[in-house]
């Protein structure tokens, strides 16, 4: 049976209208001013707006980081992601070693397969670069993984600024996309060597030993790299002004860049490490959460365009596990924030409410932007005949405040316990089907892998 969507303001990137939408199938197949009921059932959307299912293009549902496993699965993960409107993931799947990239992909299918409840799709990392992994980049295209991942910081990670080269050119000749976790890994890695020999153990030497220099150092490396050989590229959770002027400039001079921020870098700043009692160590992430005026640079950004998405980077290890590890020694506190849960409503209340972005504006950050430049538009990230019925039905009123006792995510703790927010997804549609209502997941496990094609603007 059809649904009618009814009584609610169409929102895309560039439009905002009074529109009635039909899901049939997977499928929207009308839009229309006070569409006839006919024998659909009826979803009343008043006063609320009807958005493209969010899209978080950095998650790392389910990871061991070598040492500690994140609190959250895929299974529960995603529960917490589309109950609050995220529709589709785009995970970091991450090879061990001396494994090739089709074993990688293996584990992140069996991974989600049958467990998540939003659709999902991968980024492959390459942390080494060898004749066999140069050999699977055109075969992670034809399964449809057409984004990569490097790292220019940790050592378990990251390659050289050779072997990043010549897997730039592998990506090129394929049309695939690169997005880089930008530090310099060799120099934290001498600051940390120095800090604790110091005696400074505290989770608040984190930031400390990750300055604002050695992220914009990483970017401007990074994108020089990629000039070179003239492949446009993505940079994951750009963190710093000063990462964001080289961007400027680089775009400047006619690169193609991609710039995602993370909400944390948005709304939370680097005094939270001096809190008492380790609790600093609960926000311990790479990049580090920074200053206030990184975070206003970064609004303006937003506002600007010169930031493209905003993605969660969410991975959650409990506070108990960032104190098992981490307690002597800062540097082994396990890294990450939850945050896939939160990121719809922390964006719209610091943003939209505020002022700061429209709605249409807030779309093309959550879910357009990153739709197109991964390759899943128009299947996904805009309302449109045809396109998957993934839909949010986003309350703009609603009142809430996000705590521990009832976030979905699997953590000890959140980063933003207490923190009151405006706006909530009432309903959310996967491909269709109502899948969560009023925050709770009612259909879990009807995610599944999406295939993607490439990105041809890119
Ligand atoms: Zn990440």
């Known amino acids: 049976m059809s649904i009618l969507v009814k009584g609610g303001v169409v929102v895309n990137s560039h439009t905002r209208r009074q529109l009635d939408v039909r899901l049939d199938g997977e499928k929207i197949v009308e839009l229309g001013a006070d569409l006839a009921v006919k024998d659909s059932e009826v979803v009343d959307a008043s006063g609320c707006f009807i958005l493209p299912g969010f899209i978080d293009a950095h998650t790392h549902l389910e990871l061991n980081n070598g040492y500690a496993d994140t609190s959250d699965n895929f299974t529960t993960g995603s529960v917490a992601a589309v109950a609050k409107g995220t529709t589709t993931v785009i995970d970091m799947a991450t090879p061990d070693r001396g494994k090739s990239l089709a074993d990688c992909l293996a584990t992140w299918n069996a991974l989600a397969e049958n467990k998540a409840s939003c659709d999902y799709n991968y980024h492959m990392s390459i942390i080494e670069w060898t004749p066999a992994i140069a050999k699977e980049i055109p075969e992670m295209v034809k399964a449809g993984v057409t984004s990569f991942k490097m790292y220019l910081a940790y050592d378990n990670l990251r390659t050289t600024d050779a072997e990043l080269y010549e897997a730039m050119k592998a990506i090129k000749s394929v049309n695939g996309m690169l997005g880089v976790h930008c530090e310099n890994g060799e120099i934290i890695n001498q600051l940390q060597k120095d800090y604790l020999a110091a005696g400074k153990t505290g989770p608040e030497n984190h930031p400390l030993t990750r300055p604002n220099a050695l992220e914009a150092e990483a970017v401007n490396r990074y994108l020089t790299i990629a000039n070179t050989v003239g492949l446009a590229v993505n940079i994951v959770h750009l963190s710093t002004k000063e990462s964001l002027a080289v961007v400027k400039r680089a775009r400047a001079h006619g690169q193609k860049v991609y710039v995602e921020t993370c909400p944390q870098y948005l709304t939370l700043t680097d005094d939270l490490y001096r809190l008492p009692d380790f609790e600093g160590a609960k926000y311990v992430c790479s990049p580090p959460l920074r200053s206030q005026a990184d975070q206003e640079a970064l609004w303006q950004g937003v506002i600007a365009g010169d930031v493209n998405t ?9 506070f108990a596990a960032k104190e098992k590890f981490g307690k002597a020694d800062f540097t082994k506190i396990p890294g990450g924030l939850p945050g896939v849960e939160t990121r719809p ?23 357009e932007n990153i739709a197109k430049q991964f390759a899943l538009y128009p299947q996904k990230g805009v309302i449109q005949l045809n396109s998957d019925a993934d839909i949010v039905v986003w ?10 006792q009832t976030q979905l995510q699997h953590c000890d703790y959140s980063a933003y316990e207490g923190f009151q927010t405006t706006g909530k997804a009432k309903f959310v549609f996967l491909r269709g089907k109502k899948v969560a209502e009023d925050g709770k997941v009612i259909a879990p496990r009807t995610g599944r892998f999406v295939f993607r094609k490439v990105n041809q603007e890119a």
């Open 395 to 404: 309350d703009p009123e609603a009142q809430d405040v996000i705590s521990q």
């Open 345 to 367: 409503a922390i964006v719209y209340t610091t943003g939209v409410a505020t002022g700061k972005i429209s709605i249409e504006r807030f779309v093309a950050l959550l879910s």
């Open 310 to 318: 905003i993605s969660t980077d969410h991975c959650d290890f409990d």
